[in-house]
């Protein structure tokens, strides 16, 4: 029986990565730059260089490998096609057959990062003991991964779970990276929450420790925590928002659980404080039992998940 998995979280500056054995104990994690010249050719042939230099240093023969799980930005489908990873430099790309090859046949799963990193959460995170959850991921921006019974749910084409863009404001002038206006993440993500922030400080004579100092999501939180009044509205928007968003996604996929993570999560589960009043007052009443938990894997989130994939 084959006793080892690889797992790969592909980003645009490294290339994260993790040998596991077959009960999902890390054994190793190491790093690679990712070299995006040239679209991001160098990419997949690098992985499987260091994929089979480890296996050399280790010691371990290709039939002792249970395969290589991948997530990488962007869309990929459930036969392991990537459709367009903007910052890898990929158009569309055939990540299973292609890898498969340059590591002379072993098996190979691939999925959007934020949903293989949703499967980590679930698996050895923040989700452990639940098979329906919705994992948030409140960074730069707001990523999503959605778990039902067990399973990512991808979509027809691998853009399921983009949580960050669902249409939460109709009245919003600017424009969201995606070109939409209005999304979640105008709001709710680290650069969201310092939007709404500049906004109410320039809407309003009220003094605030933000008046002084840089503008950031971790000090509205910080300010909220020290019972700051204008820092506690805008905490209150963003949750209004958040909650909204969340409300809406309960609705159509009714999870046990909702895991947050990213940078913004480091505020702890005063975050809660503010989505769950919007959440409860928003979702349907058959999935408002669902409960709030913090994220645990932090950056290797992605190498669990892409580990889980193969099991």
Known sequence: MANYIFGVDVGGTTVKMGLFDKDGNVMEKWEIPTRTENHGENILPDIADSIQGKMSEKGIAKDNVIGVGVGVPGPVDRDGIVHRAVNLGWAELDLKKELTTLLGGMRVEGGNDANVAALGEMWKGGGQGHQNLV??????????????????????????????????????TEACGCGNFGCLEEYASATGITRLANRALKASDKASVLRSGEVSAKTVFDAVKAGDELAIEIAQQFGDYLGKGLGVIAGIINPEIFVIGGGVSKAGEVLFDYIKPSFEKTAFHGSRGAIFALATLGNDAGIYGAARMLL
């Open 135 to 172: 994992a948030v991921t409140l960074g730069t921006g707001v990523g999503g991964g959605i778990i039902i019974n067990g399973e990512i749910m991808t979509g027809a084409t691998g853009a399921g779970g983009e949580i960050g863009h669902i249409h939460v404001e109709d009245e919003e």
